[in-house]
């Protein structure tokens, strides 16, 4: 059997608000675990204590990921304004006039 190959390149990946997204999703997992808690002895009775286990590891998760889009966010920003402090550099003084 052949190995696969690509035929034509991926395509580039889509920016958006992922900050608020990721935040958004987090809280929503939080929320569900929350609104499912006082339900724990039927959720019990019914061996269904995973369904409340699964938005509490969702909003665990949602915690890490907000970390890390955060972070990757200000990289980003980061190096948009480096590349424009070196694209103002190669200038030169005389660019302004």
């Given at each position: 059997m052949a190995k696969w190959t690509a035929t034509h390149e991926a395509p580039e990946p889509l920016e958006g608000p992922v900050v608020a997204t990721v935040?958004?999703?987090t809280i929503l997992w939080?929320?569900?675990?929350v609104v499912q808690?006082?339900?724990?002895?039927?959720?019990?009775d019914r061996e269904l204590l995973w369904?409340?286990?699964?938005?509490?590891a969702g909003g665990g998760l949602g915690l890490i990921?907000?970390?890390y889009?955060?972070?990757?966010?200000?990289a980003?920003?980061?190096?948009?304004a480096a590349e424009a402090a070196e694209a103002a550099a190669a200038a030169g003084p005389d660019s302004d006039r």
């Open positions: 935040t958004g999703g939080f929320a569900l675990f808690l006082p339900f724990y002895g039927w959720f019990a369904w409340l286990w699964t938005c509490a990921g907000v970390w889009v955060r972070g990757r966010d200000a980003l920003k980061r190096h948009a």
